[in-house]
């Protein structure tokens, strides 16, 4: 019974092998035709059906892609009507802060340095200016249009879009307001137990 079976198996193992080579001219026999012979264009190629014969159309206007859907666009851009909002989305709270630090010392420490001055080890070695993320006119920046930087980027800069979550860049941009704030804050800002580490 155990030969008979295995003689069974090899059998149809050559038979299965057999049928899938072709030395003669003739059409191999095709279960399934349309997977082999599908009525499809590839990029660049011209197509009769439409009017200007291209094959490559542009998505039908208002589709979007799955996974692209966004509800709220200000949290998602940080613009609401051509304009970048004012606030941060995001509640400001120390584990925020904590979070937009570690993603700021992660994404953009490395050119801004870990205090946002501009300085850091690529920015050193590079030919370009770095943005000093402490200077005046930055500080005057609507928190929109940090995160609309850090998403899209600007002039050398890249953005981070597809590399940093939408609350990970408005945790970015809480980090980077803490970082401006402590640049300038007055004295009176220190706790009383920490201002003899001041001196």
């Not at 009769?48 to 159309?57: E, K, L």
């Not at 946002?116 to 070695?125: F, H």
Request: glycine share 8%.
């Amino acid at each position: 019974m155990m030969k008979t079976t295995t003689a069974l198996l090899i059998a149809l193992a050559v038979l299965t092998i057999s049928t899938g080579c072709n030395s003669s001219q003739n059409t191999p026999f095709e279960i399934i035709p349309d997977m082999d012979h599908q009525q499809k264009w590839k990029a660049q190629m011209e197509n009769p059906f439409f009017s200007d014969r291209r094959a490559m159309r542009k998505p039908v206007e208002g589709t979007v892609a799955q996974g692209k859907l966004f509800a709220d666009d200000s949290y998602h851009l940080g613009v609401v009507e051509g304009k970048f909002i004012g606030r941060n989305p995001e509640k400001i709270n120390k584990e925020l802060l904590v979070y937009g630090q570690r993603k700021f010392n992660t994404y953009c420490s490395p050119c801004h340095g870990q205090t946002g001055d501009g300085k850091g080890i690529v920015a050193q070695r590079s030919l370009w200016q770095v943005g000093n993320m402490l200077d005046p006119r930055i500080k005057e920046y609507p928190d929109g249009e940090i995160y609309s930087v850090a998403s899209e980027g600007r002039r050398t800069m890249n953005g981070y879009r597809n590399q940093i979550g939408d609350r990970e860049r408005w945790a970015i941009v809480a980090y980077v307001r803490a970082l401006q704030r402590a640049s300038s804050a007055p004295v009176a800002d220190v706790p009383a137990q920490l201002l003899p580490s001041l001196h």
